[in-house]
């Protein structure tokens, strides 16, 4: 069992940055596939970016390449999503989640095991 507990999300002006941080409850974070995750109201939960054990391979959606970052501590056992020029359909509330595989997931939130409880990203225009 892996417990993860996000934090990092508030409001923010469009053309703002926020950073989410997602804190892992053990030591094996290492060996996990992280990811972060978003979902709008009444809508599917989606894959932000995704990124391996080592942090070698990351993967990114289209609507936020170039503009987020997903990056990992695997000293300190967290992962975090740097998001920049942040545009109001930027708002939801996000997830992260992890994976018990050295390569990445597919984007399916059903791929992927354990997951924090959330944080809210508001982006006003």
């Known amino acids: 069992q892996v417990q993860l507990v996000e934090s990092g999300g508030g409001s923010v002006q469009a053309g703002g940055s926020l950073r989410l941080s997602c804190a892992a409850s053990?030591?094996?974070?290492?060996?996990?596939?992280m990811g972060w995750f978003r979902q709008h109201p009444g809508k599917e939960r989606e894959r932000v970016a995704a990124?391996?054990?080592?942090?070698?391979?990351?993967d990114y959606a289209d609507s936020v390449k170039g503009r987020f970052t997903i990056s990992r501590d695997n000293a300190k056992g967290t992962l975090y999503l740097q998001m920049n020029s942040l545009k109001p359909e930027d708002t939801a509330m996000y997830y992260c989640?992890?994976?018990?595989?050295?390569?990445?997931?597919?984007?399916?939130?059903?791929?992927?095991?354990?997951w924090g409880q959330g944080t809210q990203v508001t982006v006003s225009s």
């Open positions: 990124i391996t054990p080592g942090g070698v391979s990351t």
């Open positions: 989640a992890a994976a018990g595989t050295y390569y990445l997931p597919p984007a399916s939130s059903s791929a992927w095991t354990y």
């Open positions: 053990r030591s094996s974070f290492r060996t996990y596939s």
